[in-house]
């Protein structure tokens, strides 16, 4: 075991400020990695301050880390030192169940104990802590390939942003011929743009915020809808084959189902704290689908960093000191980034 710098929380009400945390030291198949970059994900918010009702402190948030290898364990064959890695939002899974078995880890019949924060270290036998630190102990097979074509910290939010939309994209068919709408414009919202204008459909951005239709338009977006304009949602009737909500707070939901083809079905990645009440009936009406999705598996996380890499595409970042995240907090509660922070994690030493 050994000690190093991290940042977190101590209570669901104080502020995130340094902390010393246990990592463990590397295992036989292990790789130690010195975090570069980590990404702001809205979910280490909720986390942070309890939001979801399971977080234990301390809690060290930050599940989108890209950083290098420093070393390797005697067993480890997929990395060696000086490689650039990241690790997404787990780093474990039982690994022998059927969805573990499928490449599909983030469904583990054993639940959710792999993962990066939130979940259980086996070894340490303590709660996990996240990437908000100065290094990261993970088994080589939860370790991911950073393309070397891509700037290290705007790719650090691929790994959970990125991967959040493009499973889902992908498993529900988008491409060309289809029409696309992507709920909400941050973090999660802005890769759904950049990823299913990237897979060739007609994309379209459903936002609140007026003020962000020109940037929708230039990350793909043909389409910009105001959802509280009923008129302009009303133009979109019946239109979409998919919709992909990355809303983080309590919405009504029935303005956009109405907006689905007959059939069509619309994904839930939004983890609001609070449940979602909505009329059913534009459901009933046109044998509509209301669905869910959670991260990506692996091997799918693999896949997305490489189409990425092979199309150019990471996130719009606002680089922060490690010392602004509170403020950074504030900011993404208010839909004020453009459109994900990222943390330069030498200021962490600073
Ligand atoms: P974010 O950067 O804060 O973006 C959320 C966006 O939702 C905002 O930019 C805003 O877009 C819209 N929004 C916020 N409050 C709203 C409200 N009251 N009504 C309507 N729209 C509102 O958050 P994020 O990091 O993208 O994460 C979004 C959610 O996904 C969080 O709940 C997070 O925990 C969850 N998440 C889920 C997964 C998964 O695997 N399922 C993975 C990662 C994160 P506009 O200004 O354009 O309206
Ligand atoms: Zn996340
Ligand atoms: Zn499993």
Same mark, same amino acid.
């Not at 780093?91 to 469904?107: A, F, K, T, W």
């Not at 303590?126 to 891509?150: C, M």
């Not at 992908?170 to 709920?183: L, R």
């Given at each position: ?153 705007? &790719?650090? =939010?691929?790994?959970?942003? %990125? +991967?959040?939309?493009?499973?889902? /994209?992908? $498993?529900? *068919? &988008?491409? =060309?011929?289809?029409?696309? %709408? +992507?709920?909400?414009?941050?973090? /999660?919202? $802005?890769? *759904? ?6 897979? %060739? ?9 007026? *003020? ?139």
């Amino acid at each position: 075991m050994f000690v190093c710098t991290a940042y977190g929380a101590t209570a669901s009400s104080s502020p995130l400020r340094p902390l010393q945390i246990n990592r463990r030291d590397p295992g036989t198949s292990d790789v130690e990695i010195e975090i570069l970059y980590c990404g702001v994900c809205h979910s280490d918010l909720h986390f942070a301050r309890n939001e979801w009702q399971f977080t234990e402190y301390p809690a060290v948030p930050g599940h989108e880390i890209v950083g290098r290898v420093k070393r390797v364990g005697t067993l480890v064959n997929k990395y060696k030192p000086g490689d650039l890695v990241g690790v997404g939002c787990m780093v474990d899974s039982c690994r022998i169940c059927p969805s573990c078995r499928e490449g599909l880890e983030q469904y583990c019949n054993a639940g959710f104990a792999g993962q990066t924060y939130g979940g259980f270290e086996k070894v340490l036998q303590e709660p996990s802590k996240g990437g908000y630190a100065e290094r990261i102990v993970v088994d080589q097979d939860f370790v991911l390939r950073i393309p070397d074509t891509l700037d290290p910290a705007a &790719a650090a =939010p691929l790994l959970c942003a %990125g +991967i959040t939309l493009y499973s889902p /994209l992908k $498993h529900w *068919g &988008a491409g =060309p011929g289809k029409k696309v %709408g +992507i709920i909400g414009l941050g973090g /999660l919202g $802005h890769m *759904g743009v950049k990823l299913a204008h990237a897979m %060739g459909a007609e994309t379209a951005l459903f936002t609140t915020s007026a *003020g962000k239709a020109e940037d929708a338009k230039r990350l793909g977006a043909s389409h910009v809808i105001l959802s509280k304009d009923d008129a302009h949602m009303a133009a979109h009737a019946e239109s979409f084959d998919l919709i992909i909500d990355t809303v983080s707070a309590a919405h009504d939901l029935a303005p956009y189902f109405n907006t689905l083809k007959r059939e069509a079905t619309m994904v839930q990645v939004g983890a609001p704290d609070r449940p979602l009440p909505f009329n059913v009936f534009p459901l009933l009406v046109k044998r509509r689908n209301f669905a869910g999705s959670i991260i990506g598996g692996i091997k799918e996380t693999q896949e997305m960093l490489d189409f990425c890499g092979a199309h150019d595409i990471a996130a719009d970042i606002e680089l922060i000191r490690m010392d602004q995240i509170n403020e950074a907090f504030e900011r993404m509660l208010k839909s004020d980034v453009k459109f994900r922070f990222c943390i330069d994690m030498s200021t962490l030493k600073a």
